[in-house]
């Protein structure tokens, strides 16, 4: 055993030299935040935690949790080290100590006096049997440092001995009515065998009694007040700040947070036995119900809430995924809000029942690490009224909690007899399980759960999972047994599983793995098998693009004659000569020629009827992807959010597909051109609100206003709960479901500032605290936020941002508007310090992205984002830096859901205004 845990053994065995090591040990040599891991870390007067917990509940990395680790290990070795003159001191005399005092008045005459055995009265008759007591002999000496010292010196080695505060008495003239302990504990005495809620309210009413009985002392009278409010009042932090004058609730940030994290504040100490009766009930209550604990403690409602959070846990619920009141460990809200969310996902994303183990795998691949909680997850699996069991063991969602309609579709046709069903039937049976019809289904996404057409509106389970279910995984199987095969054959085939397929689009899939010949393209083979069939000629392999192809062949043209150079007009004849050879129509060869001419990257130099090779170019070009197109369509997602958005405020509700690139270009990245966008609304990805309608440059993208409203009906419209007592280091408020009539955002809407700057002070009141900002929603900050942001000439500042946020708070939001608000908001922040450095200089900033601007117009916030600082606004700034690079270098399409744009949406507002107020402070 190391010595820390021979240390905690003896000292959880109640050994006493052990105790005076501890508490010498918690006292002088850590600070509050060290004193703070260390006993969670080893549980010492409360529940033992992971460094992931820790960390998480501290804003930390865990790598600085670590160091901070490394830094009170070496502390506690210096401890043990030492000679403990305490314990030697003991050995030697039984008088402990008056020993150990002696030695100090040694060393410190000047402020210390002895004072012999003297017999007490009153409520103080109980120390009557004291040896000795020890007074400052000039209280005023103890201001500095160095009285600080031997103050505290004293403190640890006669507790409780007495202390007078008034600077006029001294050795030779003290009053006996003066004398007070140095520990006052509470409750004053522990019976196990009572219920804790019982301990509980004794400790608060000798607590208040206690505060108000020494409220000549400025702090306690102010403590005493907030106490009474906040503990028998039952009053929220708000009202405790009217109430009682305070800027900040003073009664959780300076007293009752180190109180019950430390176990104590000044004089004042919480009695260990109950502290640890505590800690060892709360190890048991975890994610137990509510109304459990509260027959256990003998608690009800707010005390028991009160009880709880002082002793760092709280109470989660979530009514809309049938999770009734249980305990959480304090600070784990948003981790058990997550876990919560994602088993219902990932479970109604399976639609059919799946092994329980198969559940916890797909699980956790979803949660972050520090998201998986498996002892709450097997409480929803066991207690969740959602989570049902087939006969046969397997997990499944219940019906009516299914989210998507492709999802209830395929439970109603697996729940059919003979997992067979007709449209009919589906439909009649979706309006009696969920009050009205599908609005369509969504055939791509049935498909992936093994759901299939087997004839005109007749759809049928197929259990079988060695047949392929999709036609990709048949023409996968179909090539890679036959090698050689004719597409004819193959359409046939595939017709059967899928007679609704997109031919082109089939197409496609398959020369993506095969080689065409030449002469005959009804022939394929597998790539890479070209060389077994000699009799025909293939076409040659591409990549993505035919102009790689051509840029290659050219290449290797003109690096296979002398200099690199040759005659234009030779050149052209021998590479159109190996296109038409592969199969390639040469009528395009002459502009892609003149594209590597006369465009980044220049290839190419013609100059008097010659064409050659510019050697240093060719050096810098990845000749494998050049001329390739996108290789992702990671861009298609914020594509379809803008023109989503776009396409609300326009009457009509339609636009020329051309007309959506400059769009994309100015407010996702100038690297979308006409190609990517035409692809993007080609892919299957395409949300079902969007419909193409015309052919080639009279293409138009028309939003489907029905499936708009069905698709609004079904989300949760949310707000900011104005009283959020959420853990003040979230960055983001508490959010609620608003079920107040909003109307859809199919025009755009009407906004006014006077309107947003009441919506502001309301929903950013959760960042008026000290991990924050204090006062940031106070009437000066917002208003000079909306003088900053009215009069600047970026659109974004002055009508982009405005106007989504009046969406958010007055108008119903779908998801692909939310994004399409979090990209503008995230990639508006350069231009707010752009902005703000302009106004601050006179001169508009040269620099180019926002690491540099950073840099010039705020250097701390560089700094917090180097050192990825996540205490209160730095958290948030490093969230939206992240999602700024997202944005603009996306390489996921998943789509974020309503809640967490809306989520970040406030918390990068409430980091602006943040930001705006910096700036006004000069």
């Known amino acids: 055993m190391t010595k820390i845990e021979v240390l905690l053994?003896?000292?959880?065995?109640?050994?006493?030299?052990?105790?005076?090591?501890?508490?010498?040990?918690?006292?002088?040599?850590?600070?509050?935040?060290?004193?703070?891991?260390?006993?969670?870390?080893?549980?010492?007067?409360?529940?033992?935690?992971?460094?992931?917990d820790i960390a998480h509940n501290l804003g930390l990395r865990v790598d600085k949790l670590d160091a901070l680790l490394e830094v009170i290990h070496a502390k506690i070795d210096d401890v043990l080290a030492e000679d403990l003159s305490l314990k030697n001191n003991q050995e030697k005399c039984d008088n402990s100590h008056e020993v150990d005092i002696n030695a100090l008045v040694k060393s410190f005459p000047e402020f210390i006096k002895l004072k012999q055995e003297r017999k007490f009265s009153g409520p103080l008759a109980r120390y009557a049997n004291k040896p000795l007591s020890v007074f400052i002999y000039d209280y005023n000496n103890t201001r500095g440092m160095k009285g600080k010292e031997v103050y505290d010196r004293l403190m640890m080695a006669i507790a409780p001995g007495y202390i007078s505060d008034d600077p006029k008495d001294s050795a030779e003239s003290i009053k006996e009515d003066n004398l007070e302990p140095l520990y006052t504990v509470f409750p004053s005495s522990f019976d196990p065998s009572v219920p804790l809620g019982r301990a509980y309210k004794r400790m608060v009413s000798e607590l208040i009694s206690y505060l108000e009985a020494t409220s000549a002392k400025p702090k306690n009278k102010k403590r005493a007040l907030i106490a009474e409010l906040f503990f028998n009042k039952h009053m929220s932090d708000k009202e405790i700040m009217e109430k009682a004058s305070v800027s900040v609730p003073t009664i959780k940030d300076n007293f009752l947070n180190p109180l019950f994290s430390i176990g104590q504040v000044d004089e004042i100490t919480l009695n260990p036995a109950f502290v640890k009766a505590v800690a060892e009930y709360f190890s048991t209550i975890y994610y137990s119900p509510v109304s459990n604990v509260k027959n256990e403690v003998g608690l009800e409602d707010d005390d028991l809430s009160r009880f709880l959070w002082l002793f760092g846990a709280e109470i989660f619920e979530k009514e809309e995924y049938n999770q009734p009141q249980i305990v959480i460990h304090r600070g784990d809200l948003l981790r058990v809000s997550d876990c919560l969310y994602w088993a219902y996902e990932v479970l109604s994303d399976a639609v059919l029942p799946i092994p329980e183990h198969v559940f916890l795998d797909r699980l956790e691949k979803v949660l972050d690490k520090d998201k998986w909680l498996p002892d709450y997850i097997k409480v929803i699996i066991d207690t969740n009224e959602s989570f049902l069991r087939d006969s046969g063991g397997l997990l499944y969602l219940a019906d009516e909690d299914l989210k998507r309609i492709s999802q209830r579709v395929c439970r109603i046709i697996y729940n059919s007899p003979g997992h067979t069903a007709t449209k009919k039937n589906i439909l009649a049976a979706y309006s009696k399980i969920y009050g009205k019809e599908p609005s369509a289904f969504r055939y791509n996404e049935m498909k992936e759960k093994h759901f299939m057409v087997i004839s005109d509106g007749v759809y049928k389970y197929v259990p079988d999972q060695t047949k392929p279910t999709t036609t990709h995984d048949y023409i996968d199987d179909y090539i890679s047994s036959k090698v050689l095969i004719r597409w004819s054959e193959l359409l046939n085939e595939i017709r059967k599983i899928n007679p609704a397929l997109n031919e082109r689009s089939e197409r496609a899939y398959t020369t993506g793995k095969c080689s065409i010949c030449s002469s005959d393209s009804d022939i394929l083979v597998l790539k890479g098998r070209e060389g077994d069939y000699p009799q025909y000629k293939w076409n040659a392999k591409r990549k993505m693009d035919k102009t790689n192809f051509f840029i290659n062949k050219a290449v290797e043209i003109l690096k296979n004659h002398p200099k690199s150079e040759l005659s234009y007009k030779d050149f052209l004849s021998e590479l159109n000569g190996i296109i038409r050879k592969n199969?390639?129509?040469?009528h395009t060869t002459g502009t892609v020629i003149s594209k590597y001419t006369n465009e980044d990257p220049k290839l190419f130099i013609k100059e008097n009827e010659m064409i050659r090779l510019d050697e240093n170019v060719l050096a810098d070009v990845a000749l494998d992807y050049i001329g390739l197109g996108y290789k992702n369509a990671d861009f298609y997602m914020g594509i379809y959010a803008l023109t989503i958005s776009e396409l609300k405020s326009r009457p009509d509700h339609r636009i020329l597909r051309s007309e959506i690139v400059p769009l994309a270009n100015a407010q996702i990245s100038d690297e979308i051109d006409g190609r990517l966008v035409n692809k993007a609304f080609a892919d299957r990805a395409k949300p079902d609100l969007l419909v193409v309608d015309g052919m080639g440059v009279n293409t138009y993208i028309c939003l489907d206003m029905t499936k708009l409203a069905s698709e609004l009906a079904e989300n949760k419209q949310?707000?900011?709960d104005v009283d959020d007592d959420a853990n003040q280091n979230e960055s983001t408020p508490k959010m609620v479901v608003d079920n107040t009539p909003r109307p859809d955002t199919s025009y755009r809407q009407v906004y006014n500032w006077n309107d947003i700057v009441?919506?502001?002070k309301k929903d950013l009141r959760h960042y008026d605290k000290p991990f924050f900002y204090l006062g940031i929603s106070s009437d000066d900050v917002i208003e000079k936020f909306h003088k900053f942001m009215s009069k600047s000439n970026n659109v974004y500042l002055n009508t982009l941002i405005p106007q989504a946020y009046y969406e958010l708070n007055y108008a119903n939001v779908d998801r692909w508007s939310s994004y399409d608000y979090r990209s503008k908001?995230?990639?508006a922040f350069e231009s707010l310090l752009m902005d703000i450095y302009y106004q601050n200089r006179g001169v508009e900033s040269q620099t180019k992205g926002l690491r540099e601007i950073m840099e010039l117009a705020f250097p701390d916030y560089l700094k917090a984002r180097k050192t990825f600082d996540r205490t209160g606004f730095n958290g948030i700034l490093?969230?939206?830096?992240n999602d700024r690079i997202k944005f603009a270098h996306p390489t996921t399409n998943e789509m974020p859901t309503l809640l967490s744009n809306i989520k970040a949406f406030i918390s990068y507002l409430a980091l602006y205004v943040h930001t705006v107020a910096k700036y006004y402070k000069g």
């Open 9 to 52: 053994e003896k000292f959880n065995a109640g050994d006493k030299v052990a105790n005076e090591i501890m508490e010498k040990l918690l006292r002088f040599y850590l600070k509050d935040r060290e004193q703070m891991i260390f006993r969670e870390f080893y549980g010492i007067g409360c529940y033992s935690q992971s460094k992931v």
């Open 583 to 586: 199969g390639y129509s040469d």
């Open 718 to 720: 949310y707000k900011v």
């Open 758 to 760: 009441v919506m502001m």
């Open 825 to 827: 908001i995230a990639r």
């Open 878 to 881: 490093n969230d939206i830096y």
